[in-house]
């Protein structure tokens, strides 16, 4: 299909990639900049800041008027916690499917493909309703808590990892615990000490996907988490700048490249076994 | 092996002894608080994971019990909750259920005209309780909820200003005026009982004799103001006089499919609703479509082996996947800002005032931006994918067309097309039904906005159904309307369900599924 290209062919080419590049980069770089500008708003703003300042950085952390600080810990931490839940979670009940067959096993693998087409968004009245009535009996697990926000992504999260994790566990030979059973291993035993560590990049992959997406998440947060103490970064940076662009933009965009650090870094550090295991997860043996 | 056997299953049963524990007072509270049925749940809850973990034959089931656990109180529970709400009144003033409304009506109190009323000065120790001296007739101490008369001087007052008045009882202190107003919706609630007789604050100064409010006649479903001797009769969950006044707090009562039906029928909520849906099927083929063309495009300028540099252009055009959404989306409304955007700044540098486009401010042009974003967001998935599907399409295909003299444009339609078009389209359909919900974007991005005009419902030009559910359940303007907004949930999913369905019967994945279980 590919044949060698003209020079003007070659050059429409790249002047078409540079143009995507282009696109591609400019919002990247044009908030990476503003955050380095002297000027707090937008409009004197240059791609290239003429007197380059880390000052916005350090408001963003020291200055009591913003919770900066305390959002991207709430994030990471409801994130992290959340993650290992999922993964504990779903890699028991994997297990089970995998290994056991039982009354309800087909029921309940399909019964999970059904509920996950439903997404929790839609819900969002009920699990408001829900949060105000738990809160009365239980004050940690209601409104505005930490917990009450962590138990309902843990319910989300449920059906596909389970199918990607049961999958991984299908291409584990049976034989493997087997033997550890002969000596003497409970069942718990053999999942805890020979398939875990097998696992790993699957464990990896559903570690990041829930992380991803719990620290991303923009609409349940902000039903749950009223005040600023306890909010996560994607609702206190949307406050931050509500119609603060002429005056916040510079804070603002230290506040974005600031968010997208811990994403980046879960991203690259398992970026290998992500892949690894997404696609071992598909396939059967 | 006999110790720890032995060990494992103390564990178990204490394990299983503290859930129990914990269902009871869950139940209990519930009871306490008037809900008989919900009380029921946390018992039965604890009865079968008991069941689970004590017999042997429900061994696999165990582990799936924490799972299912958050599963079924967090998502099938509120699926459940979301369809039968969207049969109910429920929101603003129509929370409760009618038991604790009409409890909550016969718990208010009013001052009669004539009533006795006396000052009173308020105490507070470290702990946040309160300690009340009325001063009329008689001179009553309310402590620890107890109101006993004392004759002065009492040992236990201290005057420290020596004004006559105590500035000390106890270990409470005094509080000035200034800190009772910031107390008093709270010391409102407070009510003394002094020889049978209801006193409650009326005043920032004086508490008074406070008499019931209403009476409830349960025969005739009746409220009555005692105050002004108008009765109120229940109509649609609000106890309503003749004359249509209402008294919050209402309460929720099913009203079958009047949701839906408003939604069809009232031209002020049909209206937008109509414009809400179809623009939600518009943006999510456009985004689709629009990232999928431009992600396309580009996987074969990057798949062409005489392009040079490609892995770096690669990178390059990637970026955009590894920031997380809602900060480019944050990020995009400040560059599209009307004033200050660095958008409109360069198109006005270019075009003088033309270029001073209202791109979150006009309703078509704020459309456009809110697909020009999502392309940005979407096209470095689909040039992913398209890149992977390229790479296995067989070269042969284009050299036999090659010699059958077909041209470039007959190769794309008639082989690269139809072929990437088989292995993705599932991914295409999981990609609309994504942005048939993608709340983010139209939120972060626009809100919604701009509001549409003459309308019952906060609904914007921009507006998902979404994104419409969540303004009618949070940010109506006239109360929010939680029923209404369940009804839309509903018929989101029912569009969702029917995407789901031709998704599994095109592909056979649900056939393959059943047999791979």
């Known amino acids: 299909m590919y044949s060698r290209h003209s020079l003007i062919g070659s050059m429409a080419r790249h002047a078409l990639l540079l143009l995507a590049v282009a696109f591609a980069m400019f919002p990247f770089l044009w908030v990476l900049s503003a955050s380095f500008n002297a000027t707090d708003g937008m409009q004197m703003q240059q791609l290239i800041p003429p007197k380059p300042t880390l000052a916005h950085y350090k408001d963003l952390f020291t200055s009591p008027q913003y919770k900066f600080g305390i959002w991207l810990w709430n994030s990471v931490k409801i994130s992290l916690i959340t993650s290992t839940f999922v993964v504990a979670l779903t890699a028991l009940a994997a297990y089970s499917f995998s290994r056991f067959r039982f009354k309800g096993r087909r029921v309940g693998l399909l019964g999970l493909l059904l509920v996950q087409m439903f997404p929790q968004m839609l819900a969002i009245v009920a699990l408001y309703v829900l949060l105000l009535t738990m809160g009365d009996f239980f004050p940690f697990a209601g409104m505005n808590t930490h917990t009450g926000l962590i138990m309902i992504y843990l319910g989300g999260a449920m059906g596909f990892n389970t199918w990607l994790m049961k999958g991984y566990f299908d291409t584990i030979p049976r034989s493997l615990e087997e033997s550890a059973k002969v000596d003497g291993a409970t069942p718990f035993q053999a999942f805890v000490h020979i398939i875990l560590p097998l696992v790993r990049p699957i464990l990896a992959t559903i570690f990041v996907l829930t992380f991803i997406s719990v620290y991303s998440d923009f609409m349940i947060a902000s039903i749950v988490l009223r005040t600023a103490e306890q909010q996560t970064i994607p609702v206190g940076l949307r406050v931050l700048i509500s119609d603060n662009y002429g005056n916040r933009w510079a804070l603002f965009a230290a506040g974005a490249v600031i968010s997208a650090l811990p994403f980046l870094v879960v991203f690259l550090v398992a970026q290998r076994s992500l892949v690894s295991g997404l696609t071992r997860g598909g396939v059967k043996e | ?517």
């Not at chain 2, 924490?66 to 039968?84: A, D, E, K, Q, S």
């Not at chain 2, 004799?209 to 001797?229: C, H, I, N």
């Open chain 2, 1 to 517: 092996m006999r110790d720890s056997f032995l060990l494992r299953h103390s564990a178990k049963i204490l394990g299983l002894g503290i859930l129990c524990a914990l269902a009871i007072y869950a139940a209990s509270s519930l009871f306490v608080a008037g809900s008989y049925g919900l009380a029921a749940v946390p018992v039965i809850a604890a009865g079968i994971i008991t069941y689970i973990f004590l017999s042997g034959r429900r061994y696999p089931i165990r582990w799936l019990v924490p799972g299912l656990l958050f599963l079924f109180v967090m998502v099938l529970y509120p699926i459940g909750y979301t369809f039968l709400g969207s049969l109910t009144n429920l929101g603003t003033g129509h929370m409760l259920p009618r038991e604790q409304a009409i409890e909550q009506l016969l718990g208010r109190t009013y001052a009669p005209p004539n009533a006795e009323r006396c000052s009173y000065l308020v105490f507070q120790d470290a702990a946040g309780s309160f300690v009340f001296l009325l001063q009329g007739r008689n001179t009553i101490l309310v402590l620890d909820g107890q109101a006993t008369a004392v004759s002065l001087p009492d040992e236990r007052f201290v005057d420290e200003t020596g004004d006559g008045q105590p500035d000390r009882i106890l270990n409470y202190r005094r509080l000035e005026t200034r800190e009772i107003v910031a107390l008093l919706p709270t010391l409102q609630q407070v009510r003394v009982v002094y020889e049978g007789v209801t006193f409650g604050i009326d005043s920032l100064t004086e508490f008074s004799v406070q008499m019931p409010r209403y009476s409830y006649d349960k025969a005739t479903e009746t409220m009555t103001d005692l105050e002004t001797g108008t009765a109120y009769t229940a109509v649609q969950g609000i106890y309503t006089s003749v004359k249509g006044e209402e008294i919050y707090p209402g309460y929720r009562v099913w009203v079958g499919f009047a949701n839906y039906v408003r939604l069809i029928t009232n031209p002020q909520i049909s209206a937008p609703f109509a414009r809400v849906f179809l623009w939600t099927i518009a943006f999510a083929v456009l985004s689709v479509a629009l990232s999928f063309a431009l992600g396309l495009g580009l996987a074969m300028l990057l798949n062409d082996p005489h392009v040079r540099m490609r892995t770096l252009y690669r990178v390059l055009v990637i970026v955009p996947y590894a920031i997380p959404s809602f900060v480019t989306i944050l990020v995009w409304r400040g560059m599209l800002n009307q004033n200050f955007g660095v958008i409109n700044q360069m198109l006005m540098s270019l075009f003088g005032s033309a270029g001073r486009v209202q791109w979150l401010e006009n309703p078509w042009v704020a459309k456009a931006a809110c697909l020009l974003v999502n392309l940005w967001l979407g096209y470095p998935y689909m040039m992913i994918v398209a890149l992977g599907a390229l790479q296995s399409i067989p070269h042969e295909l284009y050299e036999a067309s090659y010699v059958d003299g077909a041209s470039r444009w007959q190769q794309f339609r008639k082989i690269t097309l139809p072929m990437l078009l088989m292995p993705l389209a599932p991914l295409l359909i999981g990609s609309f039904a994504f942005n048939f919900n993608n709340f983010n974007l139209i939120y972060l991005l626009t809100q919604g906005r701009p509001a549409v005009p003459n309308t019952l419902t906060p609904a914007g030009a921009t507006d998902i159904l979404l994104s419409y559910t969540y303004r009618l359940s949070f940010e109506g303007q006239r109360g929010n309307q939680l029923g209404l907004a369940c009804a839309v949930s509903v018929m989101i999913f029912l569009v969702i369900a029917t995407i789901s369905a031709i998704n599994f019967r095109m592909t056979g994945t649900l056939e393959e599924l059943s047999k791979n279980v």
